[in-house]
């Protein structure tokens, strides 16, 4: 139908460009007729595109077929032409005839056959490049949510692990309560818990969580483990800028670090602690830092702990660029964590 109504056209641009008002539409007729080989190979093209797609893609192809069509189709449009201008009239087709045919449209009936050709193959040969490009970008995207899917598998598995992992310690800080005998700080320390747990199962839900609700939380983390250490635990939280607490990053980022410094502070002498946090803007960065005193009867973190080892990965996976770094400066040991800040923190 489109190659049907596309001669159509082509017809009744070439009538009206030739005839009068009055023989317009006797001249479309004629223009009709005689380019109906013209829309038989066309529609025979496009067909075979349809069919074999891949079939003009070669240049050796393409080639050949134009010069099957030039040397085969040209002679059958030259007899038909003449065929038509003799009324259907067998007889009066001859040799001479068919040469007098030829000489008038040679030139024009190559440049319509040639462009004819050209135009098909062309359209073709650009559909399939669209349906390649389509099926790629298909691909790609299928692979990416593939990709996705596996982080978000990997994240699920990691939080996981460091949810039973706090919880197990949690309950640990309130089991050594209940062995002191010490009814109604044992209620405390459940009621806390609680609170605790009810945060805890609400951010592992979320991507992402404020910074201000992160230390919150570990204000009541270690609100819980005072119940436990008593005036031993002292830590310090500094953030400088409060603009800050509205900077987003992974849900219990802070915890294991803090949960590391204890245990390698307060459970390594009987003497107070000295845990520090400090939080702040380095140009485009967010520097969270915690740092606990070394102990001579304990070893300082390598920083191969599952708590160390989970953040690490899960900041990766937060933002390639986030990192933790660990290391001892004098008589401490220092946990580091950078995290590109977004436009909006």
């Not at 050949?64 to 189709?73: K, L």
Request: net charge neutral; glycine share 6%.
């Amino acid at each position: 139908m489109l190659n049907m109504m596309a001669w159509a056209v082509i017809s009744a641009a070439g009538a009206y460009g030739a005839a009068n008002a009055t023989s317009f539409l006797r001249l479309w007729q004629q223009w009709c007729i005689d380019y109906l080989p013209m829309l038989l190979l066309s529609a025979s093209l496009c067909l075979a595109l349809l069919r074999w797609p891949t079939l003009f893609e070669p240049w050796r192809n393409i080639v050949g077929f134009f010069i099957v069509v030039m040397v085969v189709f040209q002679p059958l449009q030259w007899l038909y032409v003449d065929w038509v201008r003799h009324g259907g009239d067998v007889a009066g087709i001859n040799l001479e005839n068919i040469y007098q045919a030829r000489l008038r449209m040679r030139r024009f009936s190559w440049f319509v056959t040639g462009a004819t050709f050209a135009i098909i193959v062309g359209i073709g040969n650009w559909r399939l490049a669209r349906a390649r490009e389509q099926a790629l970008q298909r691909t790609h995207t299928h692979n990416l949510e593939l990709s996705l899917a596996l982080e978000q598998q990997r994240m699920l598995s990691l939080r996981a692990q460091l949810e039973p992992h706090f919880i197990f310690n949690a309950l640990n800080a309130i089991s050594a309560l209940v062995r002191d005998g010490d009814k109604a700080v044992s209620l405390q320390g459940i009621s806390r818990l609680s609170d605790l747990l009810r945060y805890a199962l609400s951010a592992s839900l979320r991507d992402t969580v404020r910074l201000g609700e992160e230390l919150q939380f570990i204000h009541d983390y270690t609100d819980l483990q005072r119940l436990r250490y008593g005036d031993r635990l002292h830590i310090d939280i500094h953030c400088d800028d409060a603009a800050l607490h509205e900077a987003q990053c992974p849900p219990l980022l802070l915890q294991p670090l803090i949960e590391n410094a204890l245990r390698h502070d307060l459970d390594g002498h009987d003497g107070r602690s000295d845990i520090r946090v400090h939080i702040r803007r380095h140009k485009s960065e967010l520097l969270m830092t915690v740092s606990n005193p070394l102990s001579a009867q304990t070893p300082a973190n390598p920083g191969t702990g599952l708590g160390l080892k989970n953040t690490r990965e899960r900041l990766m996976m937060f933002n390639p660029s986030a990192s933790l770094h660990t290391e001892t400066r004098g008589d401490r040991f220092y946990a580091e964590i950078r995290l590109p800040l977004g436009d909006g923190d």
